[in-house]
């Protein structure tokens, strides 16, 4: 197992500003509570990507990422759509990227789909209940897995999968884990993660 700070792992996140993150839950339960949601989530994604050689792949305001993330490298994510973003993200040296709303995301999780990089797989994905996944690693870039792709879908894993069989890859999915869009999953947020971790309204 290498060590923790030779892993390079890009954390995608929109600059927690309210009324710019989670919109569509910011409807169910307002711009406020969205927002302290995100950053707990965000909060979390930090904690577990800390031991890593991490760069947050940012979208949004500067201002706000020296208060909360000052042992992480800043990178403004590029113009364009998720697949875009990533695949740069993996051309530019990262071997995982990661999303920023995943409530079990942890270390344990990142080193295992290391792990699984430096075998005999080409792609490790780690899948989400809604169709998508919140983890994706290759040892080689391939931009194929990431165009025309239904990005905020529950096609996205499922055509993911299909091109990476187009190309002959080996995949390996994780555990399947699942992240924070909707007013129900928020609530399940609030009930299923340790009482330390959950914002209380």
């Not at 500067?62 to 490298?73: C, K, N, S």
């Not at 990533?86 to 999303?99: C, D, H, N, P, R």
């Amino acid at each position: 197992m290498k060590h923790p700070k030779t892993v390079q792992v890009a954390l995608l996140a929109r600059s927690p500003v309210r009324g710019h993150v989670k919109q569509r839950l910011a409807t169910d339960i307002g711009a406020s509570k969205a927002l302290d949601c995100y950053r707990m989530l965000l909060l979390n994604a930090l904690k577990v990507t800390r031991p890593f050689a991490t760069t947050i792949w940012y979208e949004g305001s500067t201002d706000v990422w020296d208060e909360i993330a000052p042992d992480h490298r800043l990178k403004e994510q590029p113009l364009g759509d998720l697949g875009h973003k990533m695949f740069t993200a993996l051309v530019e040296g990262a071997k995982l990227v990661i999303g920023a709303d995943v409530p079990l995301m942890s270390m344990d999780y990142i080193y295992k789909a290391f792990n699984h990089l430096t075998t005999q797989q080409d792609v490790v994905v780690g899948p989400t209940e809604d169709g998508g996944y919140c983890l994706i690693g290759m040892n080689e870039p391939r931009e194929y897995l990431f165009e025309n792709i239904a990005w905020g879908s529950d096609r996205v894993l499922e055509q993911t999968l299909t091109r990476a069989a187009d190309l002959s890859l080996q995949v390996f999915l994780l555990p399947t884990l699942w992240d924070v869009d909707t007013s129900a999953d928020y609530h399940r947020w609030k009930q299923e993660v340790p009482s330390d971790n959950v914002f209380r309204v």
